[in-house]
DNA sequence: GTCTATATTTGGATAGAC
DNA sequence: GTCTATCCAAATATAGAC
């Protein structure tokens, strides 16, 4: 069976591979992202932390693979997602779901969207996932009538000031993301509202 | 002459910590806040590393002068600023002074409103700096009219989310701070439709 | 693929002489 | 207040046996 279709132990692999990533977002959960540490992660899984050598060439690879994995959730979360036909709830439905996520995972927030690790830069692989989650929200948009790059900056803009200042304020409240649809309702009302002159 | 009134040596001491901590946000300017070292600081200055033990007594301690001094700038910005008496106006320039005293310095802007250096807590009276500066945010916006607690946040969220956004993604341009203007004033206009009736 | 052992670097902090 | 000399700890990464 060895090498028939490449499949056994390359399927062996990624399921170790997925376990070490899944090691590791606990332990980001519990001393930050920036707090992960190797010796940690290997002591986490009951190995010795060369060992994790041998399913990433370095931390930053690591990283990389985390990235990568956060983005493939927030596409299935938004694929899952049944969005209602009109288009403005469509995109509230959308920014929920996107801050629900935020929300639920704030290290892995930090990792997709802000960036703690000076030393990482996402590969082409895993910043095409990012892209790809990106995109949803610009369809959604311009079903809606936002077409100006402007007005993307801006939404995007506002929804982060918001899920941030949540984060960093007050963890696990509403104080500030309770405003959500309205200040959304409000840009998106004054956007109809320039496009119809 | 020693020791009347405390004066001399006493000023010389704080004239020398005022140098360090200029240097340290020189380096901090090059290699980012996170990046300083107090060896590559000591190097700077022309001393040897543990010599800056005899002002700060860590390297926290250091970052806590640090945010000091930048609050205290902030603070005469924005006394030296002229704002006009129309009380909407007011708080566009407020606003507008604060923008540009962010994308000034990033890692002063960092150091004094973001986290990123998790072991770092400003001291009580380097607190005391920066909330004597929201206070006189917390004033502007009184005299417009925004006395709701749920509208400073939004407000306060919504420039954060531009000043972030134009940090990360397009520095020394304009591409967001550009939409300050526009978007505070929709959400003065709104507040003040709601607040009159 | 996992181990032991170790190299290497970095950087904060302290001791004690001057 | 500054120096030399160290210490200590943490953490990434590599070499080579099994």
């Not at 990482?120 to 892209?131: R, V």
């Not at 993307?152 to 509403?174: F, W």
């Amino acid at each position: 069976m060895i090498g028939i279709r490449g499949g056994a132990v390359a399927a062996r692999r990624a399921a170790r591979m997925a376990e070490i990533v899944a090691a590791a977002w606990e332990l980001a959960h519990e001393d930050g992202i920036a707090g992960l540490t190797l010796h940690a992660l290997a002591r986490r899984l009951g190995i010795r932390q060369p060992s994790l050598y041998a399913y990433f060439e370095s931390k930053d690879a690591l990283y990389d693979a985390m990235f990568a994995d956060g983005n493939r959730r927030l596409l299935e979360r938004l694929d899952a997602t049944e969005l209602p036909p009109d288009p403005r709830r469509a995109v509230d439905t959308w920014l929920r779901v996107f801050v629900d996520f935020a929300l639920d995972d704030t290290p892995r927030y930090q990792l997709l969207f802000l960036r703690p690790i000076p030393s990482f830069q996402p590969s082409a692989e895993s910043y095409a996932l990012a892209e790809a989650a990106m995109a949803t929200l610009i369809d959604v948009l311009a079903a809606a009538g936002i077409d100006d790059p402007g007005d993307v900056d801006c939404l995007v803009a506002v929804v982060a000031g918001l899920v941030d200042a949540q984060i960093s304020n007050d963890p696990g409240g509403t104080r500030w993301v309770r405003h959500l649809d309205r200040l959304v309702g409000l840009y998106l009302d004054d956007a109809a509202r320039r496009s119809s002159t």
